[in-house]
């Protein structure tokens, strides 16, 4: 038998560690927290397979479903907000079936700890027609991706792999295994299978009813479905990381875990129902198992007593079952800390300068979204990937050019290669007139700093063309494409105001790297006390190095500061300086 090793693992990298020992070949990914380093812990195997950052999940989709078709194990990774991008694909691909087994990987954030909604991928999989999968830690994390190749070519289905914040966040123990002797299959050329016209998707549409019904009656008997008999006056029917509330809450309770939450095993539901005097349904976000068996006519309690927002807790399973109060004494609460930008972040004098000039701001979904926090205050909106765009482009189109005279739309590179640039080219083809800021700081900052289209890097570390995201702009049509540094305000300040007189589309670029990419010893600035006036000029951009002391002058963090020098170029009576770096 082969040796075997345990190690303490993320619920990310388990299933990376899955996606190794099931003999994945190609692996398709956007950045999005909860989910990033799947794809990062990946690129540690890179010897036996492929992965990349991809512009956005609908590309990644089909990268993977191209690899499938091929005849190759392969994944998609993404969050939930990220599935909706893939939904296309996604849709059509659970029509086609596979070749090789096809896994999209989505992680959901109840509690939106970083995300613009909490919707549940469980109702997104269940229109698609795609079974799910649900681990409720990282051993089943590892484990469960496995299984779900097995079932993905064994039913010819892809499947849907659902965690969560908590569980792509948490570590625990996890057993490795050798990767198994996967072979790829070959391809076979099957028009009516692969190609998605009416006439071959209608009788494919009856074929995945008959896969799913089938799939279905497996469910009843597969070992991820597992009843845990205990006190029958309490049974719960639960997946997921409430699992472990449940067995934390209620450790006498029976408790029918379910592994796979699409399609639902009836069968063995019906059962375990009808084993207990009264039945629970514990599940986060959606009442998506509640539903279900509630239509098969089994009396049952769930979101009578849960909520559908944010996470669940062990203590709010107590208290709505049992009526126990927290065990524990509630922590003091501390004060509230908004999310800010960085000492140093380029964003942050875009957004002085915007203020400024009193303009309104479209935003988009990236690290410059905070510039909707206080102080700064300016963008209005923010919806999802791209959106910035095409929001000022609607609102020219309803209000006329001089409405969005007070407008612009912001919107970060590694958006911008995502989705951004068709709307920018629908703003270039319907005659519109905006002014679009792409705020490059050369990386996906706020996943943690991944690599895209224009940075000159893939994620297997290799040398890749950068795309000019200027020439791009120009080639698409838009005549008026000028480069800026974020830092030099003169100059920014003057452009903004030249290009928002235009009657045709700008684009201005603030290409100025992220403070966070810099290494090594950085300069900072410091305060001459005897000179500051305690004007407050400084202040206005929100900088977190800056404070103000009881005297009302300044002082800068030496530890904080990265030494940008906006305060510097704001202070009117020359009291902050710059110390270069050692």
């Known amino acids: 038998m082969a040796k075997t090793k345990k190690v303490i693992m993320l619920g990310n990298e388990a299933i990376a560690r899955g996606a190794f020992e099931a003999g994945v070949k190609v692996s398709a990914a956007y950045p999005g927290t909860p989910s990033t380093e799947i794809s990062e812990y990946l690129v540690q195997y890179k010897d036996s397979l492929y992965c990349e950052w991809s512009p956005n999940e609908k590309v990644a989709a089909e990268v993977a479903l191209g690899a499938s078709i091929a005849g190759s194990r392969a994944m998609a990774c993404m969050k939930h907000v990220g599935f909706n991008v893939a939904a296309d694909p996604a849709y059509s691909i659970s029509y086609i079936g596979v070749n090789g087994g096809l896994v999209f990987m989505v992680a959901d954030d109840p509690g939106l700890y970083s995300s613009q909604n909490e919707q549940d991928t469980r109702m997104v999989a269940r229109a698609a027609k795609l079974p799910v999968l649900e681990p409720s830690d990282s051993a089943e994390a590892k484990e469960y991706t496995k299984l779900a190749f097995e079932i993905s070519e064994k039913f010819d289905r892809p499947v849907v792999l659902r965690i969560t914040t908590r569980l792509a966040h948490s570590q625990g123990i996890v057993e490795l295994c050798e990767p198994c002797a996967n072979q790829d299959k070959p391809y076979v050329k099957n028009i009516g299978k692969n190609v998605m016209m009416p006439n071959n998707a209608k009788p494919r549409h009856a074929v995945i009813e008959q896969k799913n019904a089938e799939l279905a009656l497996a469910a009843n008997t597969m070992d991820i479905n597992r009843v845990e008999m205990a006190d029958t006056s309490i049974g719960v029917i639960t997946s997921g990381i409430p699992y472990q509330y449940v067995k934390e809450a209620l450790p006498n309770a029976s408790v029918l875990k379910l592994g796979m939450v699409n399609p639902l095993p009836k069968e063995l539901i019906c059962d375990f129902a009808s084993k207990v005097d009264r039945l629970y349904i514990i599940e986060e976000l959606d009442p998506v198992i509640e539903e279900q068996v509630k239509a098969w006519g089994i009396e049952a309690v769930g979101k009578e007593l849960f909520t559908v927002l944010g996470e669940y807790s062990a203590n709010m399973i107590k208290a709505a079952i049992l009526g126990e109060k927290a065990d524990f004494a509630q922590p003091a609460q501390a004060p509230g800390r908004p999310p800010i930008l960085c000492p140093g972040c ?73 989705t951004g640039v068709n709307s920018l080219i629908n703003m270039v083809y319907n005659n519109a007139s905006g002014t679009v800021i792409i705020m490059d700081n050369s990386t996906t900052g706020m996943t943690g700093h991944q690599d895209h289209a224009a940075t000159g890097k893939t994620l297997m570390g290799d040398a890749a063309y950068a795309i000019d995201i200027p020439t791009l702009c120009r080639a698409i049509g838009v005549k008026n494409v000028i480069s800026v540094n974020a830092f030099d305000l003169e100059l920014l300040e003057k452009t903004i105001k030249e290009e928002q007189q235009k009657d045709e589309v700008s684009v201005i670029i603030t290409k100025t790297p992220c403070v966070l990419l810099t290494k090594g010893r950085k300069p900072f600035c410091v305060v001459d006390t005897e000179k500051c006036k305690g004007c407050g000029l400084c202040l206005k951009p929100g900088c977190p190095a800056i404070t103000k002391q009881a005297d009302g002058k300044v002082m800068i963090d030496d530890t904080m500061c990265t030494g940008c020098g906006l305060c510097a170029k704001l202070c009117k009576s020359g009291a902050i300086r710059l110390v270069k770096e050692g």
Do not use: Q
Request: aromatic share 6%; with cysteine.
């Open 346 to 418: 380029p964003h942050r004098s875009v957004y002085h300068t915007l203020k400024k000039l009193g303009l309104h701001a479209a935003g988009d979904i990236g690290c410059y979204t905070l510039g909707a926090v206080a102080p700064l205050s300016v963008v209005d909106t923010t919806v999802c990937m791209g959106s910035s765009i095409s929001s000022l482009h609607g609102m020219e189109k309803a209000k006329g050019k001089d409405f969005i005279k007070n407008w612009v739309a912001v919107i970060g590179d590694s958006t911008f290669m995502h």
